[in-house]
């Protein structure tokens, strides 16, 4: 069995750690696709390009809000990491920071899903 120290060890090499993340979402991608094949090749009979367009909207959705609240949080990260280590008594505040930019990502999943509701 694995202990905590040596999992630690393992993905403390960044490009192992890459390469671990890359082989595992390959082989959860491969294993997706054997399984469900025959349920993808049945829906494709009922696809018409309106359906494809709401699709695209609400992966532009997610993507686009899941990189603005990415950004944001990197700002407040970045900038409370330096606040708090001047002032220690303003954590909660860095925390609330944060929050409001993953807000940010929350309000794309709505309407993505708003516009899945609609097809």
């Known amino acids: 069995m694995m202990s905590i120290k040596r999992i630690t060890e393992f993905f403390s090499n960044p490009k192992r750690t890459l390469a671990f993340f890359i082989f595992s979402n390959l082989v959860l991608f491969v294993v997706s696709l054997l399984v469900f094949q025959p349920s993808i090749a049945r829906a494709q009979e ?16 997610v993507a686009g809000s899941g990189i603005g609240a990415g950004i944001a949080v990197y700002g407040a990260a970045s900038a409370g990491a330096a606040a708090i280590a001047e002032r220690p008594g303003i954590a909660t505040w860095i925390i609330i920071l944060a929050g409001l930019g993953e807000g940010i990502a929350i309000y794309g999943l709505i309407i993505s899903i708003m516009i899945l509701g609609t097809l």
Do not use: Q, S
């Open 46 to 61: 009922g696809f018409t390009p309106e359906i494809g367009m709401g699709l695209m909207a609400a992966a532009v959705a």
